[in-house]
């Protein structure tokens, strides 16, 4: 089986193209994905059988080897950096949880704040 990276696929559209390592680009359609697999992204390593389609060459029965490489990932920040925000985090929240003891939840501003460091957070944490 020939094995290529993945040059670009069009999810709405169903379709992108395989760049083998023969140096040929393959037609790639939905149909030929396994079953339930998320569109696969540039760079995506993958196995494929190829047939002759109508404009050329076209993959059947391709396998993700190896998922395209994260760019998030590559920018994940180092765990000593996390460390301090989690603990600057966990600070935040106190005062929060502080208020809230007192029967008052903060005000919109203050609020609306805390929620998008929690998200930016969770986001760094979840990669």
Avoid: C
């Amino acid at each position: 089986m020939p094995t290529g990276k993945v040059k670009w696929f069009d999810a709405e559209r169903g379709f992108g193209f395989i760049a083998s390592e023969d140096g040929d680009e393959v037609f790639l359609h939905a149909s030929a994905l396994p079953a339930g697999a998320a569109a696969p992204k540039p760079g995506a390593k993958v196995d494929f059988g190829v047939a002759d389609g109508r404009r050329g060459p076209q993959a059947l029965s391709v396998t993700l080897l190896d998922p395209a490489p994260s760019v998030a990932k590559a920018q994940r920040k180092p765990a000593d950096d996390m460390a301090v925000i989690v603990e600057d985090v966990i600070k935040l929240l106190d005062g929060v949880g502080n208020g809230l003891r007192r029967g008052r939840y903060p005000e919109k501003g203050k609020a609306t704040q805390v929620a998008t460091v929690l998200r930016a957070v969770a986001d760094d944490l979840d990669l």
